[in-house]
Structures are given as structure tokens and as C-alpha cells.
């Protein structure tokens, strides 16, 4: 158990819908990282919120936005779904050490758009 | 930029015998180099991570790494493969400037009896 959650472990939804997923971070872990897993772009990082404040953003589409909030949890919010945003999402969290941190990741929310 | 390679999308090994998965980096800067396992219907797993100091590197369940700077490698190695071994591991880097990792598209390993 890495001491990162996140909810729900699945989510089904149909194509042109909106869902958030959820993340809560390890305790005492101030950044967090949205990473999106799929067959055929594998691993790709989304964005980094570090202490509320966005810090980096990766391949992360227009159409997906993700706040940190006071209690350092984090919300992936995915709209106007199409069916290639089926995928593994994987939060992951550290306390920043210039780049030395470990990211402890989270089991991941698999999304799947019918 | 940071990139990295995984060479073999599948490795197939007997139990006992000597795990190699490969994996070459390219960094414009000194790499962070890190082997994350990804057990079936979980989360990935920090398996070891290189940031300075010795270049040979030992992880968690036997195995073990090594930076060679020279052919920008950073191969994954055990002596000995158990049947719970049996996983999908991911190499990745993550440069000085940034934090956000980079991954390679993955290794699946097969142990068999």
C-alpha cells in the first residue's frame, strides 16, 4: 500500500460525458502527479499541482483540467469524453527533492467510455 | 529532451534463471533513473531508483541496476527469477529541470515453471 488513494477504482460513462476522479496523497506529500495509462500511448505524465499551484503540465488536453485543493487532494476532471479517452488513470504524489523524490503511485482509476 | 527506450516488449525467463531487461535513456542533463513494477490490476511499484552516488543499485526483491553513462544504459538485472516476478516494469527518467517522469512503454516479463 503506497498511501496514495484514489476514487472511484472504476468509472463507465458514455462518450460526451464529464466525470472527476479523485486523488488524495500520501501524508505530508505536497505534490501531486496525473499520469494516464492506455495501450497505445502508454505512460504519459497529465500535469503536477505542487501546495494548490500547478507547477508542470504534460500531454494534457484541453478538454482535461485538474485543481489541487487546501487539503492537498487533487481532482482529474475529464469532459466532452470520447471513446480514446479510454485509460488507466494513475495519481501519484512526493514530497519534492529536486527531482530525487520517489513518486508513490496510487491503484489507478480505469476509466472506460462506451 | 528526456526519452527513453525499452528494448524487448516481452521477456520470457524459466524460474531460477538470470533476469535482463534493458533500457537505454536519452538526457541532455545528468539522469534521475528509476524501475517502477506494474503487478496485474495494481499500481506501480518503485522497484529502485539511480539519482547520484554508486552506480550499481539495489532494489527491492532481489534486483538490482546499473547506470553506465557511457552507453546510457540502465539495465534491470536478478540472479534468480521467482514465479511472483512475473509483472509488467517500466523504466523511466526524470531530468534535473523537470520532475514529471518519463517512461518507457514497458516490459512485460513471463517466469515459467
Known amino acids: 500500500d503506497s498511501g496514495v488513494t484514489q476514487t472511484p477504482k472504476h468509472l463507465i460513462t458514455a462518450t460526451g460525458q464529464r466525470v472527476t476522479l479523485r486523488c488524495s496523497p500520501r501524508?505530508?506529500?505536497?505534490?501531486v502527479y496525473w499520469y494516464q495509462q492506455s495501450l497505445d500511448q502508454g505512460l504519459q505524465f497529465l500535469i503536477q499541482?505542487?501546495?494548490?499551484?500547478?507547477?508542470a503540465k504534460g500531454n494534457i488536453l484541453e478538454r482535461f483540467s485538474a485543481q489541487q485543493f487546501p487539503d492537498l487532494h487533487s481532482e482529474l476532471n475529464l469532459s466532452s469524453l470520447e471513446l480514446g479517452d479510454s485509460a488507466l488513470y494513475f495519481c501519484?504524489?512526493?514530497?519534492?527533492?529536486?527531482?530525487?523524490?520517489?513518486?508513490?503511485f496510487g491503484p489507478g482509476t480505469r476509466l472506460l467510455v462506451l | 529532451a528526456q526519452s527513453v527506450t525499452q528494448l524487448g516488449s516481452h521477456v520470457s525467463v524459466s524460474e531460477g534463471a538470470l533476469v535482463l531487461l534493458r533500457c537505454n535513456y536519452s538526457?541532455?542533463?545528468?539522469?534521475?533513473l528509476f524501475w517502477y513494477v506494474q503487478y496485474p490490476n495494481q499500481g506501480l511499484q518503485l522497484l529502485l531508483k539511480?539519482?547520484?552516488?554508486?552506480?550499481l543499485v539495489k532494489g527491492i526483491n532481489g534486483f538490482e541496476a546499473e547506470f553506465k553513462k557511457s552507453e546510457t544504459s540502465f539495465h534491470l538485472t536478478k540472479p534468480s527469477a521467482h514465479m511472483s516476478d512475473a509483472a509488467e516494469y517500466f523504466c523511466?527518467?526524470?531530468?534535473?529541470?523537470?520532475?514529471?517522469?518519463?517512461f518507457g512503454k514497458g516490459t512485460t516479463l513471463s517466469v515459467s515453471s
Open positions: 499541482y505542487y501546495n494548490g499551484e500547478e507547477r
Open positions: 538526457s541532455s542533463v545528468p539522469p534521475y
Open positions: 539511480y539519482t547520484t552516488g554508486a552506480t
Open positions: 523511466a527518467v526524470i531530468g534535473q529541470a523537470g520532475t514529471a517522469l518519463i
Open positions: 501519484a504524489s512526493s514530497t519534492p527533492r529536486g527531482g530525487e523524490e520517489t513518486q508513490y
Open positions: 501524508s505530508g506529500d505536497l505534490s
